[in-house]
């Protein structure tokens, strides 16, 4: 199966599509090969690794024992800090996801998680540091494919909340 192919991709198609974004399943590009990182997926567009929108799913975990998924869209420059994660989503706690969690709740694999294309809607933070660029890019639900957008477009999209997610060490000046 190719990664045009891939359902994950297609519903990130449709959904774009759906959103009224401009051509936006014309926008989703199949790298050459899998960029399960932010790093590598910089390095394959040739861009800043800032301006991937790094999708990272997390547990949030209630007092009342309880727990959601949380996906937080960082810039790939950053570190996600748990602590204000948990704080934005009132929580007790915020963890990292395991593989099978991520899949059950965004029904994509980890290094190819989409903003959009969920079974279910998943409550997501979407840095702040991504509106510096003016084009950021995600991943399209596969760990090859990815697509260009914006930080308002990522909000919109995501139905998200704007919020600082850096870790504190990560705004201090070099």
Known sequence: ???????????????????????????????DDEARTAALAAQALGIEVGAIANSLVFVAHFADGHTEPLLALTSG???????????????DKVTKARAEFVREHTGQ????VAPV?????????????LATYPEVWAAAGHPKSVFPTTFAELVALTGGTAADVAAEEDHLPS
């Open 117 to 129: 294309g969920h079974p279910e809607p998943v409550r997501t933070v979407v840095d702040n540091h």
């Open 1 to 31: 199966m190719s990664s045009f192919d891939h359902p994950s991709v297609s519903k990130v198609a449709a959904i774009l599509r759906e959103a009224g974004v401009t051509d936006g399943a014309d926008r989703i590009r199949i790298l």
């Open 109 to 112: 694999p980890i290094g190819g």
């Open 77 to 91: 420059a950053h570190r996600a800090d748990t602590g204000r994660l948990a704080a934005l989503a009132g929580a």
